[in-house]
């Protein structure tokens, strides 16, 4: 059940009706942000007991990322078993495809599923185009939610999620990862998103809880990898880097499929 996890307000059906409204007409992607999302004791409690960085164990280091992250809720405190329970459940999942307007939105146990990010000083993601499925389980994704763990976040730390226009010309909203902020937005080629470098002192990170919603994939829905994309003041030579590198990624990817080397890879994935 969602009740003693979820505010309240968040679960009223009434409320769905402004939350939808907010979410709909949203620029630059149908996007939403709900701040106290948790009850204050959950969110006190998942802070006070979020996993050590170290003890992460997808380590993501490349051109176009630095972050941790990981998916197994069996080594941690057990609110976060509790909150992946409440923001899979029916009750939420209901209320979800209100504001949305999507049927059908679940979520999975997967790496695709639930899980938490952390990045220490100097992480970033670039922005990036999601994958589109649930490659394994062959599920369209649809939504995603993240609710940032940040206590005491200064604006001078960096970190927002940014949300940029389909062509990569303007960066319309950028959203402070703030403690107990919740954001879900729809993730499609519309929806480029990532966050700039932080910076940060000793002992601090940036912290979220994420998930993913699916629904089954309509006619004409086929694998599309994710894909980071450059932002305009990024010099010629990490332009023609990273481009390069998702043309390697991609083909590469599809290649080993064909040969049957190895299956799309439910790892690969960025937010």
Known sequence: MATGIINPKFLDQ??????????????????????????????????????????????????????????????????????RDAIGSSEWGEQLCRITGIED??????????????????SYVDVHIDVNMNPKLGLWRRINLLVYLNKNWLPEYGGDLELWNKDMTECVVKIPPTFNTAVIFYTDDNSPHGYKKINI?????????????????????????SKFVSRPEDNAARKIATGVKEILKINGKKLLKILGIKNLDFQDKNK
């Open 14 to 83: 009434v409320f769905a009706q402004e939350l939808s409204n907010s979410y709909l007409n949203a620029k630059p992607c149908k996007y939403l942000v709900m701040e106290d999302f948790f009850t204050e004791e959950t969110a006190n409690t998942l802070f006070e007991n979020f996993p050590p960085i170290q003890d992460l164990n997808v380590k993501r280091k490349s051109l176009n990322e630095e972050k941790s992250e990981d998916y197994h809720f069996d080594r941690w405190h057990p609110t976060f078993s509790l909150v």
């Open 105 to 122: 939105l679940h979520t999975t146990k997967d790496a695709l599923g639930s899980g938490v990010h952390q990045g220490k000083n100097g």
């Open 201 to 225: 002192p000793d002992g601090e990170s940036r912290k979220s809880f994420y998930t993913y919603y699916y629904t089954k994939p309509t006619e004409g829905i086929t694998y599309r990898d």
